[in-house]
């Protein structure tokens, strides 16, 4: 995956440069609500459901304030990729316990004629784990800031 | 068959994917290891629809490992076959369950 296939995931429509919940699953639902409203999609109730059910398995919070929660679902006919900010400390179980502040949100149909949804996930996890980069994310307040941060870790 | 039905055969099948996924999301870094409480969960979704569906999903699951698919531009996304008129035009509303005549997928339309 090239840097312009990775960063053709993120659209500026779903960049919430200020979300508004203070609990994990208002966040969730927060930023499902804002996919439906950005798009024609016929259930994102199923979406929601989807979330909540892959957070059964284990926190989504990979540490130093970073949630992605993710995972496949038939109700969406494409990748979707969202990110959410937040001046909220929210509790997310995340695995250094430490609270998340940025929230990557990757949902994914079943399966992909260019199977791109585990080598995305892989890279972006891989490109968080740098220090500059989170703290260019957490700085950044326009899309362009924001998906300039993430082309520097790739 | 109602919309339910339906509804819970989709979530069903996401939780098929992410029991499939999860020692692929472990290698990533993800933590998994509350995956005995989605085998639960499957279960009580399971428990909602009707028999002769779930034996008919189990079975299209074991051989396609996609049980129900979706359809859009009225093309079945299992096989790739157009399906009739008379299964689009009612399709959409997603109120009966039908399956694709030529694979047998049970059909989710997205649009």
Partial sequence: ?154 | MDDKQLRCLVALQDIDNMILESENEKKLGFKTKGINKLQKIREEVGQQINPSMLRAYERLHKKYRRGVVPVKNNICLGCFVKLPTSITTRGKENIVVFSCENCGRILYWLD
Avoid at chain 1, 26 to 39: R, Y
Avoid at chain 1, 75 to 93: C, H, M, Q, W
């Fill in chain 1, 1 to 154: 995956m090239n840097i312009d296939e990775f960063l053709g995931y993120f659209k500026e429509e779903f960049f919430i440069k200020d979300l508004k919940s203070k609990s994990k699953n208002d966040i969730l639902e927060e930023m499902v609500n804002h996919i439906a409203d950005q798009s024609t999609l016929k259930d994102s109730t199923l979406i929601l459901e989807m979330l909540k059910r892959r957070e059964e398995i284990g926190s989504t919070g990979i540490g130093h304030g970073i949630a992605i929660p993710h995972g496949r679902t038939i109700s969406v006919p494409d990748l979707i990729t969202v990110y959410g900010k937040s001046a909220n400390s929210i509790e997310f179980d995340a695995i250094d316990k430490k609270p998340v502040n940025m929230v990557f949100m990757i949902i994914a149909p079943p399966q992909e004629q260019s199977n791109t949804y585990l080598p995305f996930l892989g890279k972006l996890v891989d490109i968080l784990n740098s220090k500059k980069v989170r703290k260019e994310l957490i700085n950044a307040n326009t899309f362009e800031e924001f998906t300039l941060a993430l082309a520097g870790g790739f």
